[in-house]
């Protein structure tokens, strides 16, 4: 969401403000343009010149600037620049910059921005526990909550004085999540849509102990669910067994086995407009698994003969029948990708088909990027670039948001 957009920062007088550089530099990695404005208090914590040097734009401290003789950017600069910004993120956000927002205060430029902001503010308050926790500062965050601000919790842990408790500023990758979530706000265009998604392996026991697994991180599945719930859906995500956090607003049903991801898709199916199959459903599970541990004196031999019977096919059960859900299926080749995807299209023909290639760097299990080619239905085949898997998830999406 980043590219293109232009974020504006105000940075009041914290220690954690010296996170921040790390998050102007991130934006303007992202493709973002980002300016910096703070409060006098700021620049002794961190210096405007590394700001500047960073955003590649002039910073301001301390009041409105004085620019006299060009109306546009003196006596309305506040008006102006609240304008040019797609999003305000106030961070750290002080004790006293909590209680000067919540009252309407305007006294700095980092206060006057916000009161002169209609939309997207997002605040990350960092200070010592004890401030946090003061029923001052809770009434305060309450009181700009109810304003339409969206106000992040600090994380808890250790803080400037060495005591232990809540009042951390969020690291930078969780601030840009936020920005990001927060510029997400204004595209809602799967609202009221019921999205299933499953994502992850699954684990195929031989005994109690041991299984059959395959690589699949659940980074794919995951992020097309983080993408769908802030473009507005209702979104249920049925993982199997992964180490990944649940995103926000998405209701997660843990499975471990194909049969019992397929009883979860099954029993959830018909409410869905849409249906993602990103999981890697294992293809075959033992016959007969153990009820107790398998003992390796039990083998006769130097090998081990394991019967396998196939799972049930989810995608191609889901396909086979009548229902207006858009359905989108995964293909992972190691050679012959399309080939074999188109393939694939035919025989389970779901509306989309996402294809990815595990013999190319920076694609396939457990990386952050994904290098996919969509091919639809009606015979369409778009090959995309290398991008992270949260931009692929979007794309998946808009695709989705066109055939619903
Ligand atoms: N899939 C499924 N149920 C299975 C196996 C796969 O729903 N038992 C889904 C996957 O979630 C994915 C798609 O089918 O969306 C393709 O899976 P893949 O394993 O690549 O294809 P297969 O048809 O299983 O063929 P092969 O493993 O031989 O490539």
């Known amino acids: 969401m980043l590219r293109k957009k232009h974020i504006l920062l105000g940075i009041t007088g914290g220690i954690a403000a010296y996170k921040l550089p790390l998050l102007v530099r991130e934006c303007v990695k992202a493709g973002a343009e980002i300016r910096v404005v703070m409060t006098e208090s700021a620049a002794s914590f961190v210096t405007p010149l590394t700001l500047a040097t960073l955003s590649g734009n002039d910073v301001v401290v301390g009041t409105i600037p004085k620019m006299t003789g060009n109306v546009m950017k003196g006596g309305t600069w506040h008006i102006h620049t609240a304008a040019w910004a797609d999003l305000l993120l106030i961070a750290p956000a002080t004790a006293n910059v909590l209680a000067k927002l919540a009252h309407g205060y305007s006294d700095d430029a980092v206060s006057t921005l916000a009161l002169a902001f209609t939309r997207?503010?997002?605040?990350?308050?960092?200070?010592?526990?004890?401030?946090?926790?003061?029923?001052?500062?809770?009434?305060?965050?309450?009181?700009?909550?109810?304003?339409?601000?969206?106000?992040?919790?600090?994380?808890?842990?250790?803080?400037?004085?060495?005591?232990?408790?809540?009042?951390?500023?969020?690291?930078?990758?969780?601030?840009?999540?936020?920005?990001?979530?927060?510029?997400?706000?204004?595209?809602?265009?799967l609202t009221g849509k019921r999205v299933l998604i499953t994502a992850g392996p699954t684990f195929e026991a031989i005994d109690p102990v041991r299984y059959i697994g395959n690589r699949s991180s659940g980074k794919m599945g995951f992020a097309i669910a983080r993408a769908a719930a802030q473009r507005g859906a209702a979104v249920t995500l049925?993982?199997?067994?992964?180490?990944?956090?649940?995103?926000?607003?998405?209701?997660?049903?843990?499975?471990?086995?194909?049969?019992?991801?397929?009883?979860?898709?099954?029993?959830?199916?018909?409410?869905?407009?849409?249906?993602?199959?990103?999981?890697?459903?294992?293809?075959?599970?033992?016959?007969?698994?153990?009820?107790?541990?398998?003992?390796?004196?039990?083998?006769?031999?130097?090998?081990?003969?394991?019967?396998?019977?196939?799972?049930?096919?989810?995608?191609?059960?889901?396909?086979?029948?009548?229902?207006?859900a858009v359905i989108v299926g995964f293909a992972l080749e190691t050679e012959r990708a399309l080939f074999h995807a188109k393939k694939k299209l035919k025989a389970k023909h779901p509306d989309l088909l996402v294809l990815n290639d595990a013999s190319k760097e920076g694609a396939g299990f457990n990386t952050d990027t994904n290098i996919v080619t969509i091919l639809s239905r009606t015979g369409k085949i778009d090959r995309l670039k290398k991008m992270t898997k949260y931009d692929v998830a979007h794309e998946i999406l808009n695709r989705v948001a066109r055939l619903l």
Do not use: C
């Not at 997002?122 to 500062?137: G, K, R, S, V, Y």
């Not at 700009?144 to 004085?161: C, H, I, N």
């Not at 459903?281 to 019977?309: I, N, Q, W, Y």
């Open 238 to 324: 049925i993982a199997g067994p992964v180490a990944l956090q649940t995103p926000r607003n998405v209701e997660r049903v843990d499975v471990e086995s194909a049969e019992e991801m397929y009883r979860a898709v099954m029993k959830r199916r018909a409410k869905a407009n849409v249906i993602v199959m990103s999981a890697a459903v294992a293809d075959f599970t033992p016959a007969s698994p153990a009820k107790t541990k398998f003992k390796k004196e039990a083998m006769k031999e130097s090998t081990l003969d394991l019967p396998l019977r196939k799972t049930k096919d989810i995608l191609g059960e889901l396909t086979r029948e009548k229902s207006d």
């Open 120 to 189: 997207n503010v997002l605040i990350a308050p960092a200070m010592d526990a004890d401030m946090w926790n003061h029923t001052a500062t809770q009434q305060n965050v309450s009181l700009l909550r109810e304003l339409g601000y969206t106000v992040l919790p600090p994380d808890q842990g250790e803080l400037a004085s060495g005591l232990i408790g809540p009042g951390r500023l969020p690291e930078v990758y969780r601030l840009l999540e936020a920005v990001d979530a927060e510029l997400e706000k204004s595209r809602r265009d």
